[in-house]
């Protein structure tokens, strides 16, 4: 039963962090146009910020003011630093408080530096958009990841960034810190849920529906399109930040070939299946790519039983892209708006004109009007 409850929470985890950055790419792509194909880059951005700082705070604090040498590279590459951070909760070198503090800081910084990358990288080409934006932040995404790959800062490389301090590290009960911090991501999405839902039913979000939907008209009644691509690209990378953070804090390591592009591909099947434009139906897409990735795995499948031959097992890392490509032709083909469709932004303005229509609808079935509309139109006759 335990190996049950560890998939369930593994598939929490990654569903939580599969919403926020569909939610992210919702804000950018759903509502407001804009092709993001570098989400990836932002994510990892998050995960890369988020690590080096918590394995720099876990180990200045644990090592007590002790020097770890380093040479071309971060103290918290050498191997003496990675003997400190993986035993630091069982000597008991750091707090529960600690340790917390680590977290909120590291998550809080990766929202940062998300949100200022997604400035610097969509900015030479805010004015251009479409096809240039897409193809810019695509590439600086795959420059980011090779850079990564190949320097100490700020992941130690090729190795990559291992013992990081988890916000739960110090928790006794080893078997179910898996189930808690699905608990407090599933809690980070549905927070960003709840956001989303509030930006995108306000005056903002009926501006990027304007700029999706005709960029000429919506220059004519005022909206200054390249400032409302920026504010997009800063909230949505922000967001898809600490969706890495969250990730690496589950994992307890970061490497640069974790955030390859097929993650941007997965985040954008995750919209499309559900329904761009329509932040409950990100959800349900995100559930769905998580669902696919954690349970088309050979070591979950046999936990939940089921026997998986060596050829069979050989391919499915390979059969879940196939999975979803087939996901998204059937879903063009057939449902194209997703499996929940997009609705009108709820803005107080509409809910008055839908509370009025409907009064005029009942009092027309009845023969007579509203007191107030029957006020005026005797005003209007006098």
Not at 111 to 134: E, H, I, K, M, W
Not at 191 to 216: C, H, I, Q
């Amino acid at each position: 039963m335990a190996g049950v409850e560890g998939i369930i929470a593994q598939w929490l985890v990654m569903f939580g962090v599969y919403a926020i950055a569909a939610l992210s790419f919702n804000i950018e792509y759903g509502y407001g146009g804009i092709p993001n194909f570098g989400k990836v880059m932002f994510m990892a951005v998050g995960a890369f910020t988020a690590g080096a700082l918590a394995a720099w705070l876990g180990l200045s604090w644990a090592a007590a003011g002790g020097a770890v040498a380093a040479s071309g590279g971060p103290a918290y590459c050498t191997p003496e630093a990675y003997n400190i951070l993986s035993s630091a909760a069982s000597q008991h070198l750091l707090s529960p408080g600690q340790y917390l503090l680590i977290f909120m800081v590291a998550v809080l910084a990766a929202a940062v530096l998300g949100a200022v990358s997604g400035a610097l990288a969509s900015y030479p080409t805010l004015r251009l958009g479409g096809d240039f934006l897409a193809i810019t932040l695509l590439a600086i995404g795959e420059v980011v990841r090779l850079v990564a790959y190949n320097e100490q800062w700020p992941v130690c490389g090729f190795n990559g960034l291992t013992a990081i301090p988890t916000p739960l590290a110090w928790y006794s009960n080893k078997s179910a810190i898996d189930v808690i911090y699905a608990v407090i991501v599933v809690v980070f999405a549905l927070a960003f849920y709840l956001y989303t839902e509030m930006v995108t039913n306000s005056p903002w979000g009926r501006a990027l529906k304007a700029m999706r939907d005709d960029e000429l008209a919506a220059q004519v009644y005022g909206y200054d399109i390249a400032r409302l691509r920026l504010q997009a690209l800063i909230v949505g990378s922000a967001m898809a930040a600490v969706a890495g953070a969250l990730l690496v804090f589950y994992s307890g390591s970061v490497q640069a070939n974790t955030f390859k592009p097929e993650r941007t591909f997965e985040v954008i099947v995750a919209v499309m299946l559900g329904g761009a434009a329509n932040n409950l139906g990100a959800l349900l897409g995100a559930a769905m790519v998580a669902g696919i990735n954690v349970f088309l795995n050979t070591s979950a499948l046999e936990t939940l039983g089921i026997s998986v031959p060596g050829p069979v097992a050989a391919a499915l890392p390979y059969l879940r892209y196939v999975i979803m490509g087939a996901l998204i032709i059937l879903v063009l083909l057939y449902r194209p708006q997703g499996l929940v469709p997009e609705k009108p932004v709820r803005t107080p303005v509409l809910e008055v004109v839908m509370e009025r229509l409907q009064s005029l609808s009942g009092s027309s079935e009845t023969g007579s009007l509203p007191a107030d509309t029957q006020g005026r139109v005797e005003k209007g006759r006098g």
